[in-house]
C-alpha cells in the first residue's frame, strides 16, 4: 500500500485547500483513510476518518464544520477540503491507511500501518 499527499502550500487565513491522497497498491475494501496533521514541535493529531468502503466520516472537534473529508473510487484518491483556515492549521498533514478500524479507534495515530509522506500547509495571519 501506498499514499501519496499532496496540495499543501501557502495560504491567508480564512482561505481554503484541498489536499489529496492518492492510494495504490491494492484494493482498499475495509480500509479507513485518515488525515493527521503534526504542527512544528507538537505531536501528531487526528483530523479526519472516512471509510472506503461503506459510509461513515469522523472529525476531530477542533475542525467540525471547517473541514470536509471524502473519497473518489474511480480515482482512488481521499480528499480533505479545509475552510475557513486559520494559523493553528499550520501543519504538516498526513495521510493514513489501515483495514478494519472500529471507529472508536480511528483518532489513534499508533493504530495506523501506512503513512503517505506529508504535505506542508501554512496559514498567515
Known amino acids: 500500500v501506498q499514499l501519496q499527499a499532496s496540495g499543501g502550500g501557502l495560504v491567508q487565513a480564512g482561505g481554503s485547500l484541498r489536499l489529496s491522497c492518492l492510494l495504490s497498491?491494492?484494493?482498499?475494501?475495509?480500509?479507513?483513510m485518515s488525515w493527521f496533521r503534526q504542527a512544528p514541535g507538537k505531536e501528531r493529531t487526528f483530523v479526519a476518518a472516512?471509510?472506503?468502503?461503506?459510509?461513515?466520516?469522523f472529525y476531530a472537534d477542533s475542525v467540525k464544520g471547517r473541514f470536509t473529508i471524502s473519497k473518489d473510487y474511480a480515482k482512488k484518491t481521499v480528499y480533505l477540503q479545509m475552510n475557513s483556515l486559520s494559523p493553528e492549521d499550520t501543519a504538516v498533514y498526513y495521510c493514513?491507511?489501515?483495514?478494519?478500524?472500529?471507529?472508536?479507534?480511528?483518532?489513534?495515530?499508533?493504530?495506523?500501518?501506512?503513512w503517505g509522506q506529508g504535505t506542508l500547509v501554512t496559514v498567515s495571519s
Open positions: 493514513a491507511a489501515r483495514s478494519g478500524l472500529i471507529a472508536s479507534m480511528m483518532s489513534r495515530r499508533d493504530e495506523y500501518h501506512y
Open positions: 497498491g491494492r484494493t482498499f475494501n475495509n480500509y479507513v
Open positions: 472516512i471509510r472506503w468502503s461503506g459510509g461513515g466520516t
